[in-house]
C-alpha cells in the first residue's frame, strides 16, 4: 500500500444552528457536530469511522464529499482545499468523489427508472454520446451482479440487497478515487451484508478504490478496514490500524464500545471483559469540557474535566495508533470498575 | 438471449393508470366528461341538425304570441330562452367554454403552482419565504371582488376569465407542492444527485418534478370543476365571456327573469354545471387513490376501489 494521502481534513468543525422554542427572544444556538477532526484517508486503503448513532459521523462525511460546508477547517482532496469551494468549482472533484448512502430505499428516486437513475453521472457530466449510455449502464449492472435487461426496471422493483447494488453502480460509474460508504449495510439483512461488503471489496481491488466507510457495526468495520477511526460527540477518540485498534485499545470508550460487541470467541469474551458505560451521551448543544467522554468514563480524574486531550501515540504506541485520552489503557490491562476505583482513589 | 423481449418494469404511472381502471366510480365519471367533450365537439354539428344557431332568435317559434318562451318539444328539445334561442345548442356551445376555461386555467395554475412551489421548496431560506409569503397573500385577497375589480378594468373575455381563474388558483398549489418539495429535499436520492453533482435545475425538474407531479396531477383534476364553477360565477355576473357567447353562467343569469314561467332555462344549465363539476370531482378523488393506494379514504358508499 503507497502512503499516498488522497483526503486530509485539518480540524474541521460543522455547527448547525438550532432555533430554541421561545419563538421571541429565544437564543439561537449552535449544535457542533463535528468539532475539530483531523485525519487523513490513503489512496487505496479502507478508513473505519466508527461511533453511536449522533455522533457526527455522518456529517463529517458529508463534509468529506460537500454536500455540507465546513463551518471551519479544511477539506484537502487530492492536496486541493475543497472545503469552501463553490459549487462550480467543485464541478471536476464531483466526478472523484462519491457516496454511497444508508437507505436503499431513500437513495433511488421511486419515480424513474433503473436505467435512468445509474446513467445520472454521465447526463450531469456530459460523458459520451447519448447512444452509448446505455450500454454502458448495462455494463455497469453487470460489473455489481445486476441482470443488465433490468435497466428498465423501478427500484420497487427491485430488493434492498439489489438496491444497494444499483446506488454502487451509480456511484462508480465514473470510476471516482474515493467512496464515501455511509452505513452501507446497516440497512440490510446480514446474509446480504456479506455480498455488498464482498462486492465492494472486489469492486476495490478493480478500481482501485479509496473507501471512508462509516458505520456503527464494529464487527462489519473490522472486516473491511485497514485503518479504524473512532469517534465520540464530535471528536476523534482513537485512530489505529484494525488489528492494533480491536487487540490493544487505548481509549477507554473505545474499549467500552468493543465490549459491547458479542463475542463468540471465549478468549476474545474474556480479553474484552464487559463493560458497561453508564447514562447517555451528552448532549452536543452543551458538551463536556475537556475530555467529551469523561462523564461516563469510568478512568476520568480532574485532568480530563479541564484539558482537551491530544490525539497522539500513547502508551509506547507507534505514529500510526493515536489516541485522545489523558490516561489510556496498557496493553492487557482491564476496566473493571475497581481498576477504575483503585485509579481514581 | 437477444431476441427476448427487453424486461419493462410497470411503472407507478402504469399501475395507477390500472388501478383507475378497475375503479367505477372513476370510469362512470371519465365516461360523463367524455360525453361532455363530445357535445362540446359536436356543438356545430347539433346546430346543424337542428337548423339552430346558439344566438339565432326565434322569434315566431321559440315564443309564445305572449313573448313567453316556448317548453321543451318537437322543435326545441330542451325549450327556448327568453330572446327565443334553442336552450340545447346553448347549453352545446357553453360546454365548450366551460370545458376550455376549465382545463386551461387548472393547467395554468396547476403549471405555475408546481414551478413556484418546488422553487421554494428546494432553494428554503429566502426564496422559500419570500414565495411563501406571496403565496399567503394570494390566498388571503378576496378573490370574488377582485376578480370582479379586474375584469371591470380590462373588460370581460374568455382570455381574461382563464388569467384570472389561474391566477386566484395556483398558490393552493403551490402551498402543497413546496411543502412536499421540502420534504423530498432532505432525501436521499436528492442528496445523491448533488453528490454527483446535479444543479439546481437537474434537481428540480428531474429529481423532484415526477415525485410531485403525481400530487400535481389531483390537484389538476380537482382544480378543473372550481374553475369551471368560477367561470360559471364570473359569466352569471356578467363578467366572463360576453354575451351573446353562450355560457352556462350567462345562461343562468337569463334565465333569473323567467325562472318562475320558464322552469327549464334553470334546471338544464343548471344540470350540465352539476354534472360535470360532479364527475370531475369523483375523477379527482379516484385519481388520487389509484395514484397513493395507501391514501385508502374512500367517498361514499359503493365504491369500488383498488380492492
Known amino acids: ?222 472486516h473491511v478496514s485497514d485503518r479504524v477511526a473512532v469517534m465520540y460527540l464530535g471528536r476523534i477518540a482513537e485512530v489505529a490500524p484494525s488489528a492494533a485498534l480491536y487487540e490493544r485499545a487505548r481509549h477507554p470508550y473505545t474499549r467500552a464500545l468493543l465490549s459491547s460487541v458479542p463475542a463468540f470467541d471465549p478468549d476474545e469474551r474474556r480479553a474484552h471483559a464487559s463493560v458497561l458505560l453508564t447514562g447517555d451521551p451528552p448532549s452536543p448543544l452543551d458538551p463536556p469540557r475537556g475530555c467529551r467522554f469523561h462523564p461516563r468514563c469510568p478512568r476520568a480524574q480532574a485532568r480530563c474535566a479541564a484539558e482537551v486531550p491530544q490525539l497522539i501515540p500513547r502508551a509506547g504506541d507507534g505514529p500510526e495508533h493515536t489516541t485522545a485520552c489523558h490516561f489510556p489503557l496498557a496493553d492487557g490491562e482491564t476496566m473493571s470498575t475497581d481498576a477504575a476505583r483503585s485509579v481514581t482513589a | 438471449m437477444s431476441a427476448a423481449p427487453p424486461i419493462r418494469g410497470r411503472g407507478p404511472w402504469e399501475l395507477a393508470f390500472e388501478r383507475l381502471r378497475r375503479d367505477r366510480a372513476a370510469i362512470a365519471s371519465a365516461i360523463t366528461i367524455l360525453f361532455a367533450l363530445a357535445i362540446a365537439l359536436a356543438a356545430p354539428l347539433l346546430a346543424q341538425l337542428t337548423g339552430h344557431s346558439p344566438i339565432e332568435q326565434f322569434t315566431e317559434t321559440g315564443l309564445s304570441p305572449t313573448g313567453i318562451p316556448v317548453g321543451p318539444g318537437r322543435e326545441f328539445w330542451l325549450g327556448t330562452d327568453g330572446l327565443g334561442r334553442d336552450v340545447l345548442v346553448r347549453i352545446a356551445y357553453g360546454t365548450r367554454v366551460s370545458l376550455l376555461v376549465g382545463v386551461l386555467a387548472s393547467g395554468l395554475a396547476v403549471l405555475i403552482g408546481a414551478i413556484v412551489g418546488i422553487a421554494a421548496g428546494w432553494h428554503g431560506g429566502a426564496v422559500d419565504t419570500l414565495l411563501s409569503r406571496f403565496m399567503d397573500v394570494v390566498l388571503s385577497l378576496p378573490f ?130 352539476l354534472g360535470i363539476t360532479y364527475a370531475f370531482n369523483v375523477l379527482g378523488d379516484s385519481v388520487r387513490d389509484a395514484l397513493d393506494p395507501r391514501h385508502d379514504q374512500t367517498i361514499g358508499a359503493g365504491r369500488g376501489g383498488a380492492g
Open chain 1, 1 to 222: 500500500m503507497t502512503t499516498e494521502v488522497l483526503v486530509q481534513l485539518r480540524d474541521v468543525v460543522k455547527e448547525f444552528p438550532v432555533q430554541s422554542s421561545a419563538a421571541f427572544g429565544g437564543r439561537s444556538e449552535r449544535l457542533q457536530a463535528v468539532a475539530g477532526v483531523s485525519l487523513e484517508l490513503r489512496r487505496g486503503e479502507t478508513l473505519g469511522l466508527v461511533g453511536e448513532t449522533g455522533c457526527g459521523k455522518s456529517t463529517l462525511a458529508r463534509c468529506v464529499v460537500r454536500l455540507l460546508e465546513p463551518s471551519a477547517g479544511q477539506v484537502l482532496f487530492d492536496g486541493h482545499d475543497i472545503s469552501t469551494a463553490s459549487h462550480a468549482e467543485l464541478g471536476p472533484y464531483r466526478r472523484r468523489m462519491q457516496m454511497i448512502f444508508q437507505d436503499p430505499y431513500g437513495s433511488l428516486n421511486p419515480r424513474r427508472r433503473v436505467g435512468s437513475i445509474i446513467g445520472d453521472p454521465f447526463e450531469i457530466h456530459g460523458i459520451g454520446p447519448a447512444g452509448q449510455r446505455r450500454r454502458k449502464v448495462q455494463d455497469l449492472m453487470a460489473l455489481v451482479g445486476l441482470n443488465p435487461e433490468h435497466y428498465n426496471r423501478f427500484p420497487a422493483d427491485f430488493s434492498g440487497g439489489q438496491r444497494q447494488r444499483i446506488g454502487i453502480a451509480r456511484a462508480i460509474a465514473l470510476r471516482p478515487e474515493l467512496i464515501v460508504c455511509d452505513e452501507p449495510v446497516s440497512a440490510l439483512d446480514v446474509s446480504i451484508q456479506a455480498q455488498i461488503l464482498n462486492l465492494l471489496d472486489e469492486l476495490q481491488d478493480e478500481l482501485g478504490l479509496t473507501y471512508l466507510f462509516i458505520s456503527h457495526d464494529l464487527s462489519v468495520v473490522r
Open chain 2, 144 to 273: 370574488l371582488i377582485l376578480a370582479l375589480a379586474l375584469a371591470a378594468l380590462v373588460g370581460p373575455g374568455l382570455g381574461v376569465s382563464i388569467f384570472l381563474i389561474a391566477f386566484f388558483s395556483w398558490a393552493s398549489v403551490g402551498r402543497i407542492v413546496r411543502a412536499e418539495a421540502r420534504a423530498i429535499r432532505e432525501r436521499e436520492y436528492v442528496q445523491a444527485a448533488r453528490a454527483l453533482g446535479a444543479g439546481s435545475a437537474r434537481i428540480m425538474f428531474v429529481e423532484m418534478l415526477p415525485v410531485v407531479s403525481a400530487t400535481v396531477i389531483v390537484y389538476a383534476t380537482l382544480l378543473i370543476p372550481s374553475s369551471i364553477a368560477f367561470e360559471a360565477t364570473l359569466s352569471f355576473l356578467g363578467l366572463g365571456v360576453p354575451p351573446p357567447t353562450p355560457t352556462w353562467g350567462n345562461m343562468l343569469t337569463d334565465a333569473m327573469a323567467y325562472y318562475k314561467v320558464a322552469w327549464w332555462l334553470l334546471v338544464f344549465p343548471g344540470a350540465a354545471l
